[in-house]
T-cell receptor, first 113, second 114 residues
Framework: GDSVTQMEGPVTLSEEAFLTINCTYT??????LFWYVQYPGEGLQLLLK?????DKGSNKGFEATYRKETTSFHLEKGSVQVSDSAVYFCALSFSGGYNKLIFGAGTRLAVHP | EAGVTQFPSHSVIEKGQTVTLRCDPI?????LYWYRRVMGKEIKFLLHFVKESKQDESGMPNNRFLAERTGGTYSTLKVQPAELEDSGVYFCASSPDVLAGELFFGEGSRLTVL
């Protein structure tokens, strides 16, 4: 079945370090791909998305590129801040799927000064 | 504008008891979803309402779970009787349509079954 696999956390980085969180997917069709983020004490919120191959989603300095050939959607940021500490979830959904999201297990990121 | 609100934020109950979780979606959002995250694993879909109708309930684990959405506004998710494996965080989300792919989530209700 359709699924999303993320790198296990926690990921611990120093401020201004480069961040990569790996995400790969298995899908029978051509899904849209998402990164959601959950900051402490808050609900999940959409960070970025890409709807077709080679699209790049970006927001708040984060980027992810939809790679159909490697079925991946890795999240990157060039210089993380303490305020980026959160849990990051990769997800997919299908057009016509009524926004039914399939999530990965989440990756906790801790950034220290 | 108020976001998605869920109540209670944390509930601790004994096995065999009943718990009801409530979700108030963003006003005007016809689509309401319930998801669950168990033991730090994937967040899994439970069901989807369009207004007061169940569009998809394929993720509901068993008949101990009952979801309702009265008048197409708030929703409740009742677990009766609760089992140990029901422990987890229950998320509610809403969206105004099903095209853009963005869901607006609440903070979640953590359920602990002892």
């Amino acid at each position: 079945g359709d699924s999303v696999t993320q790198m296990e956390g926690p990921v611990t980085l120093s401020e201004e370090a480069f961040l990569t969180i790996n995400c790969t997917y298995t899908a029978t069709g051509y899904p849209s791909l998402f990164w959601y983020v959950q900051y402490p004490g808050e609900g999940l919120q959409l960070l970025l998305k890409a709807t077709k191959a080679d699209d790049k989603g970006s927001n708040k300095g984060f980027e992810a590129t939809y790679r159909k050939e490697t079925t991946s959607f890795h999240l990157e940021k060039g210089s993380v801040q303490v305020s980026d500490s959160a849990v990051y979830f990769c997800a997919l959904s299908f057009s016509g799927g009524y926004n039914k999201l399939i999530f990965g297990a989440g990756t906790r990121l801790a950034v220290h000064p | 504008e108020a976001g998605v609100t869920q109540f209670p934020s944390h509930s601790v109950i004994e096995k065999g008891q009943t718990v009801t979780l409530r979700c108030d979606p963003i006003s005007g959002h016809d689509n309401l979803y319930w998801y669950r995250r168990v033991m730090g694993k994937e967040i899994k879909f439970l069901l989807h309402f369009v207004k007061e109708s169940k569009q998809d309930e394929s993720g509901m684990p068993n008949n101990r779970f009952l979801a309702e959405r009265t008048g197409g506004t708030y929703s409740t998710l009742k677990v009766q009787p609760a089992e140990l494996e029901d422990s987890g965080v229950y998320f509610c989300a809403s969206s105004p349509d099903v095209l853009a792919g963005e869901l607006f989530f609440g903070e979640g209700s953590r359920l602990t079954v002892l």
